[in-house]
């Protein structure tokens, strides 16, 4: 099968001759440019210079929007997300964005040195990509989520990353993808060992002032 082709994406750095990257990756129905206004709110005192990444992900039709075409990194059958699964498209995003870190490797970051970091089909598609993926990166930032065809991990599951940082983090109120999904995950994870810091926030499916907060600090330490 041909690779995808690469994606298009928006980048910001915090300082000139970034040494390490963040690739970012939106929400259903969003674009790359959903999540750029976070950057400037992010405490990344003690960080080094950062390249960050926000890929648009293609425009196909999403089954429980009626067939909408929007952007979307795989296809949603049912509101229960994983009832059934589109693990066709799960991997040819997976593959894209491996092509993105392929990018920045090439442009002198090492793996060790990048965040994939997402929110909500954002956040399954780090989790896809970033427990396969086969050499050591910095962390996996996963907001209001969950981990997308789970019975697979186990057997898939680099172990270059078994002991990568985990953020998850979830809205109380989250009504599109509830808490216990994301809590179902969490535990899943956690059987397999990976070492997750859990947060919980009282909002809906979004980003709040205190999770941003929260998320500077992390990325400090998983790339200072």
């Not at 963040?22 to 405490?43: K, M, S, Y």
């Not at 929007?65 to 059958?77: H, K, P, Q, S, T």
Request: charged residues 20%; contains cysteine; negative net charge.
């Amino acid at each position: 099968m041909n690779a995808p082709a690469i994606l298009e994406t928006i980048e910001i750095t915090s300082a000139e001759n970034p040494t390490a990257a963040v690739i970012w990756l939106h929400g259903l129905g969003a674009d790359g440019n959903d999540f750029v206004p976070i950057v400037r709110e992010l405490d990344l005192a003690g960080c080094p210079a950062i390249r960050f990444v926000f890929p648009h992900a293609d425009a196909i039709p999403v089954t429980v929007n009626g067939g909408y075409v929007m952007r979307a990194w795989y296809d949603i059958f049912t509101p229960e997300l994983v009832r059934r699964e589109d693990s066709a498209g799960l991997r040819k995003s997976q593959q894209q964005i491996e092509q993105l870190i392929a990018r920045e490797i090439a442009r002198g970051i090492p793996t060790d040195k990048i965040v994939l970091a997402g929110f909500s089909q954002g956040c399954a598609m780090t989790l896809q990509t970033g427990l396969r993926y086969p050499q050591k990166l910095a962390g996996l930032l996963c907001l209001s989520g969950y981990l997308p065809i789970h019975t697979t991990v186990a057997a898939e599951r680099s172990l270059a990353n078994a002991e990568t940082p985990i953020f998850m983090a979830h809205g109380r109120g989250d009504g599109v993808v509830t808490i216990d999904r994301a809590e179902n995950s969490r535990d899943v994870l956690k059987a397999l060992g990976y070492a997750i810091e859990w947060h919980e926030y009282l909002m809906p499916h979004s980003v709040c002032a205190e999770e941003i907060d929260d998320i500077g600090p992390w990325l400090k330490r998983v790339l200072g």
